[in-house]
T-cell receptor, first 112, second 115 residues
């Protein structure tokens, strides 16, 4: 079953702008992961944040996690046309058969 | 390091026909997953293997879908007979067993169109 809910469902921005997408979930987690999917490279793991972490950076990506609100956000700074893709959050609970619970995704379009 | 391999990349069949997909995970990854992804939606887990044993197949439509991983390495997913609503991308992923991280590595997927 889907647990994560991303918003917005779709986002369109200009190159160079920042893109923020949010994810909410329902149950306790060990970590939360963000993945990107585009037609060229399939579904790719971007970044993982553990339940005891509040913020994490990787290049132009910044992820925050608020376990009290059961929510996370993904910020992409200085966006590029190549960032055009769908972004999914997935939550992981080691006690749940070690499987990821996926959201429905945010579709990001970065216009040149 | 080689990634997850899947074949075929595309398949077009008529309803009521059968189809099979193949996946070879990353070497050393004991856990293998098959997902179904319908256009505009997130991946839906169909079945999860740990070595050659099934961990979770609660969302697998067992009247028409079957999967096996006989030697604990590569895996096949079969649909027989196919329905129009089976049109989707079928993704295979793998992960290391014994990790508390759960990061999954995906293959390119097989795009199935049922006419």
């Amino acid at each position: 079953s889907q647990q994560g809910e991303e918003d917005p469902q779709a986002l369109s921005i200009q190159e160079g702008e920042n893109a923020t997408m949010n994810c909410s979930y329902k149950t306790s987690i060990n970590n939360l992961q963000w993945y990107r999917q585009n037609s060229g490279r399939g579904l790719v793991h971007l970044i993982l944040i553990r339940s005891n972490e509040r913020e994490k950076h990787s290049g132009r990506l910044r992820v925050t996690l608020d376990t009290s609100k059961k929510s996370s956000s993904l910020l992409i700074t200085a966006s590029r046309a190549a960032d055009t893709a769908s972004y999914f959050c997935a939550t992981y609970n080691a006690g749940n058969n070690r499987k990821l619970i996926w959201g429905l995704g945010t579709s990001l379009a970065v216009n040149p | 390091e080689a990634g997850v391999a899947q074949s075929p990349r595309y398949k077009i069949i008529e309803k009521r026909q059968s189809v099979a997909f193949w996946c070879n995970p990353i070497s050393g990854h004991a856990t293998l997953y098959w997902y179904q992804q319908i256009l505009g939606q997130g991946p839906k887990l169909l079945i999860q293997f740990q070595n050659n044993g099934v961990v979770d197949d609660s969302q697998l439509p067992k009247d028409r879908f079957s999967a096996e991983r006989l030697k604990g390495v590569d895996s096949t997913l079969k649909i027989q007979p196919a329905k129009l609503e089976d049109s989707a991308v079928y993704l295979c992923a793998s992960s290391l067993a014994g990790t508390r991280e759960g990061t999954q590595y995906f293959g390119p997927g097989t795009r199935l169109l049922v006419l």
